[in-house]
C-alpha cells in the first residue's frame, strides 16, 4: 500500500466515519484509565512518609531526637522511630551522653510533652497559679460540656521559636502565665486572645504512652493560663513556658522520654542515628531524609513470604482487571468495524495490498485510538480529583493525594498497548479473510472443523475441571504453599472458562432457538452465535462479573462470619458503649457519662442505657482456674477452637497463639473482669445473654473460654496478684459458671457477688441500647453526638451490617457495596454494548422481517433475545465458577491462617441477589429502550 501512511489514512477515516463506534471505544479506553489514576490517588498519601518526616523537623534545626526508655537499643527506618514498650525504672540518656554522638557545634533544645489533660474555662484558679488537688474535687461540680481534653508542650522561649508553628493572632508565650492554644483547640475551648483558660491533669490510670509514665508523674494537679497566642493546626495542641510539667518531670525522671531538637550547621549523619539507636535514642534527622541511605545500610526487614505473595496476586489481578475490562469493552466494537470493511479491505488486498496491511488497519486504529483514549481519561482524572478531593475530606476527613507521575506515565502507556491488544482478534481475522469472499459478501461459516471445535472443548472442559481440582486443593495443601496453589488453580480454571465460552453460547443459542414457534428468537439466537466476536467479549464479562459477584459476597460473607465468630465484645453489632477518654473519679466519671447520655436520649438517640463496674486495683484480677484436666502447660493456652467449642478436645497451643479475648471496652481502668448487673448484661444483646442474665442473678460468673467450666457447671476462682509470679493465686471457691461466646470479660460477676468476694469495683462506664440499630453512618452519628458534648468522654459502637450485608465503619459505603456495583455495571454495560454493537449488522434482516409481516413488537424481541443469550450463557456460568473459586479461596485463607480463623463458608445472600437481579433486570430494560425499531428500518440498508 506503499508504506504506513495510506493505512493510518484508511485507519482514521473509518473512525471518523463510525463516530458511534469510536466514541464508545474512546469511552471504554478513556473510563477504566480515569478510574485507575482516582484510584492511584486515593491511595496515594497526599504526603510521603519522608515528606512528613521532613515536615516534623521544625525549620532551622537538623533533626527531633527522642531519648526513649525501652530499657535497650532500638531500631528505625529514617523516616519513623517504631512504638515499642517503655520500662517505668529505665532512665533515658542525657543530653550529654547524646551530644557525645552528634557533629560538633551541634545543640540540643529540651521540650516536655504531658498526658492527655483536661482544660475548662469554668475553675477559679488565676493564670499562673498552680496546685496540687484531686481532680475529681476540682470539676465534680462543673458540666460536661465544659470540659475538653488537651494536650500541653513546654520549652523554653528559644525552643518555643522552633517549634511554633506560625502564630494567627497574638504572641508566643511571654511569661509563665501564657499559653499558644491552636486555632481547633481556641476553638474547642471557646475561648479567644486575653481569655483565661484552666487545664487539669487527671489520675495515672496505669496505662502507659510511647511518652512513658509521663501521667503518673503530673497526676492530680491543676493551672491557670491566660491566652496570649493562637496558631495554626487542627489538633486540640497547647504551648507554655517549662513551668509546670518540665519541673515535675525533672523530679521523676525515670520511665519517661526526653525529647530533643538539635540544631547546628552540620547534619546529622545515618551513621550518627545508627550509633543513638544503640543507646535507645530514636532521631529523625533532616540528612538521611533528604539523602536517603541505600538499601544495605538499613536495618533488615523480615519479610513475610505468605504477604508478598498476597500483594503479587493483588497487584496482578489489577493489572488483569484492565486488560480485561479494555478486551471485553472494546475488542467487540473493534470487531464489528472489522465486519463492516470486509469488502473494502477485500478490495483492498484485491488491488495488491498485502492481507497484514488490511490487519494493520485496525492494529493503527486501536493505537491511535488507545493514546487519545488515555489521554482523556488523564485529563478526566485531573479535572475530577479537586472536586473528589474535597469531598473526601468532607465525609471522611482524610484526603486524596497526587496522581503519581509514573501510574500517568504507566497507565498511558498500558492504555495504548492494551488497545493495540483488543485490536489483535478482529485485525488477525481480517489479514486471514479470503478476499473473493469479502468481495462477494459471502461470511464465514461459524466452524469449518467440527472436530476441531470439539477438540478445543474438549480442552477447555480438561481445564476447568484440572483448575477447579487444583484451587480445592490449596485448602489441604501446606500453609506455606497454599495461597499459591491457589493462584496457579484460578488460572488454569480461568484459561479453560474462556476456552468454553463459545460452546455456551451455541448450547443456549440451540435451546432458545428450539423454542416452537419463535422464529425471531431462533433468528437472534442464529445471529449471536455466529457473531462470537461481539458476543463472546459479552458472555466472558457476564460471567466474570456474575463469578466476582459470588466471591465476593461469599469472601465478604465467610470473612465477616469469622469476625463475627472469633472476636470478643461487650455488645451485639448495632449497639453502644461509652467511657472515660480522661478518668477522673468514679462519681465525676459517672455524672459525665451520665449528663452526656441524658443529652442523647434528650435528642432521641438512645432508649435506654446499664452501668458497668471493673476491679478498681489493676495490681490484682479475678481469674477463672482451668477446669480439672483442661489445664495447658507453662507458656501455652487452649486454642481458639478449644476456649470457644464447648466440650471439643483441649488442643495447647504457645501463648502468643492462644486464645485472648479482646479489649474493646472503652476505658483505661480496670482490666478483664467486669461486674454488672442482670439488666446490664440483657442490654448487651449477646445471643445467650437472658440465660447468661439468670446465672448472674443466682449469684454464678459467666466466662468467655470454655475451658473453665468444669464438667459440673462449675468455675474455680482465685485471685492473683502482681507479684505472683507462679500464678497459683488464692482460691476464692468455685461458683455456678456458664460460657458465654463472643463476651470480653474473662469473668463477669454481679456486683452482689463481687461484694461477697471482697472485690473492689469502680464504675467505668454505660451499656448503651440506641434507638434503632447502628450501621456504619449511625454509628458516626452517634460518636460525634456524643464527642460534641465533650470530648473527655470515649464512645464506642459495633455497626451491623447494611441492607445488603455489608459491614461499613463509618459514612463511607462499605467497600464491598462500591464493589457489587461496580462489577453489576461492568456486566450490563458489556451486554448492552453487545446488543448495540449487532444493531447495525442485522438492520437489513430486521427490514426484510419486517416488510413480510413481523410487527415491531416482534423486532423488538429480536435485540431482547440476544441480550438473554449473553445472561443465559453467563450468569449460571458464572455463578458456578464463583462458587468453586469461593469455596477454594475460603480453604486456602483458612489455611494459610492470614486472616484468623475462618470456621465455615458462608455468603450474603442479600448482596448476591441484589447484584444478579440488577445485573438481569437493567440489562434487559436498557436493551428494550434500545432494541426499539427505528421508523425508517424499512427504508435503511447495510453500509
Known sequence: MGGLRPILRLALRDAVLHRGRTALMLATIALPIAVALIALSGVTPQVTSRDRALASIPDGTQAVISATTVGGPIRQLPEAIPPMPRLTDATPATPEAIAAAL???????????????????????????????????????????????????????????????????????????????????????????????????????????????????????????????????????????????????????????????????TPITWAQVQELNRHGVGTISRGPLEDYPPADQLYPVPIDPQRALLSAMMLGATVMGMAALLIVLVTPTLTVGAERMRRALGLVVAIGARP?????????????????????????????????????????????????????????????????????????RVATADPVDALADRRPTVSDAPWRSRLITGIGVLLVTGGGVLALLASIAPASIALLVLLVGLLVLGLGTVIVVPTLIHLVGRVLGAAPGATMTRAAARDAT?????????????????????????????????????????????????????????????????????????????????????????????????????????????????????????????????????????????????????????????????????????????????????EDGLVDLRMIDGDDMAGT?????????????????????????????????????????????????????????????????????????????????????????????????????????????????TEADLATMQAVGASRGQVRRYGMTQALIVLAAGIPAGLAVGALVAVAMVGAMRRSDMFGPMPAVASLPVALGAGLLALTALTLISTLVLARPPRDLATRRRE
Open 103 to 265: 557533629p560538633k557545634g551541634t545543640a540540643l533544645h529540651e521540650w516536655w510533652n504531658s498526658p492527655p489533660l483536661i482544660a475548662t474555662t469554668a475553675l477559679d484558679i488565676a493564670p499562673g497559679q498552680q496546685r496540687p488537688a484531686e481532680t475529681g474535687v476540682v470539676v465534680g461540680e462543673l458540666d460536661a460540656a465544659a470540659l475538653t481534653t488537651m494536650s500541653l508542650r513546654e520549652a523554653d522561649a528559644e525552643t518555643l521559636d522552633l517549634l511554633l508553628p506560625s502564630l494567627t493572632e497574638g504572641t508566643a508565650p511571654q511569661a509563665t502565665e501564657d499559653v499558644v492554644l491552636t486555632v481547633a483547640a481556641a476553638r474547642t475551648a471557646g475561648v479567644g486572645i486575653g481569655d483565661e483558660i484552666q487545664v487539669i491533669a487527671p489520675p495515672d490510670t496505669g496505662w502507659r504512652s510511647t511518652d512513658g509514665r509521663v501521667a503518673a508523674v503530673v497526676e492530680n494537679a491543676v493551672r491557670g493560663y491566660r491566652v496570649s497566642g493562637i496558631v495554626e493546626g487542627e489538633d486540640v495542641q497547647a504551648w507554655a513556658l517549662p513551668a509546670w510539667i518540665a519541673p515535675a518531670i525533672g523530679a521523676d525522671q525515670a520511665g519517661v522520654d526526653r525529647h530533643f531538637l538539635a540544631t547546628g550547621p
Open 356 to 428: 497484514r496491511d488490511a490487519g494493520a488497519v485496525f492494529l493503527l486504529q486501536g493505537a491511535v485510538l488507545g493514546m487519545i483514549g488515555s489521554l482523556l481519561g488523564l485529563l478526566v482524572a485531573l479535572a475530577a480529583l479537586p472536586l473528589l478531593r474535597h469531598l473526601a475530606a468532607e465525609v471522611s476527613f482524610t484526603g486524596m493525594g497526587p496522581v503519581p507521575w509514573w501510574g500517568a506515565v504507566g497507565l498511558l502507556f498500558a492504555g495504548t498497548a492494551l488497545a493495540v491488544l483488543a485490536s489483535v482478534p478482529p485485525a488477525r
Open 530 to 710: 455466529r457473531h462470537l466476536g461481539r458476543t463472546a467479549p459479552a458472555v466472558i464479562a457476564v460471567l466474570a462479573c456474575t463469578a466476582s459477584v459470588a466471591l465476593l459476597t461469599t469472601v465478604v460473607g465467610s470473612r465477616q462470619s469469622s469476625e463475627l465468630a472469633a472476636a470478643t465484645s461487650m455488645i451485639t453489632p448495632g449497639r453502644a458503649m461509652i467511657g472515660m477518654q480522661t478518668p477522673i473519679s468514679e462519681e465525676v466519671d459517672r455524672a459525665i457519662i451520665g449528663s452526656v447520655l441524658a443529652e442523647l436520649e434528650a435528642d432521641g438517640l438512645i432508649r435506654a442505657h446499664a452501668p458497668v463496674y471493673s476491679m478498681r486495683d489493676p495490681g490484682t484480677w479475678l481469674e477463672a482456674a482451668p477446669a480439672p484436666g483442661r489445664a495447658c502447660g507453662t507458656d501455652e493456652g487452649p486454642s481458639f477452637r478449644s476456649a470457644t467449642e464447648p466440650g471439643a478436645p483441649l488442643e495447647c497451643v504457645p501463648w502468643d497463639d492462644a486464645y485472648h479475648p479482646g479489649l474493646s471496652f472503652p476505658t483505661w481502668l480496670g482490666n478483664q473482669v467486669t461486674v454488672l448487673e442482670p439488666v446490664a448484661m440483657r442490654a448487651t444483646g449477646i445471643p445467650g445473654a437472658e440465660r447468661a442474665a439468670q446465672v448472674l442473678a443466682d449469684g454464678g460468673v459467666i466466662v468467655s473460654d470454655a475451658t473453665r467450666v468444669g
Open 729 to 841: 493465686g488464692r482460691p476464692l471457691g468455685a461458683r455456678a459458671g456458664m460460657f458465654l461466646r463472643g463476651f470480653e470479660p474473662t469473668v463477669a460477676l454481679s456486683p452482689q457477688t463481687a461484694e461477697e468476694l471482697g472485690l473492689d469495683v469502680r464504675y467505668v462506664g454505660e451499656i448503651v441500647e440506641p434507638t434503632h440499630p447502628l450501621d456504619g453512618v449511625a454509628s458516626a452519628d452517634f460518636s460525634d453526638a456524643a464527642l460534641e458534648i465533650t470530648t473527655v468522654v470515649w464512645p464506642a459502637t459495633r455497626p451491623e451490617p447494611g441492607v445488603l450485608g455489608f459491614v461499613s465503619y463509618g459514612r463511607l459505603p462499605a467497600q464491598g457495596a462500591v464493589v457489587l456495583v461496580l462489577l453489576t455495571a461492568l456486566a450490563i454495560a458489556a451486554t448492552v454494548l453487545s446488543v448495540t454493537l449487532g444493531r447495525r449488522e
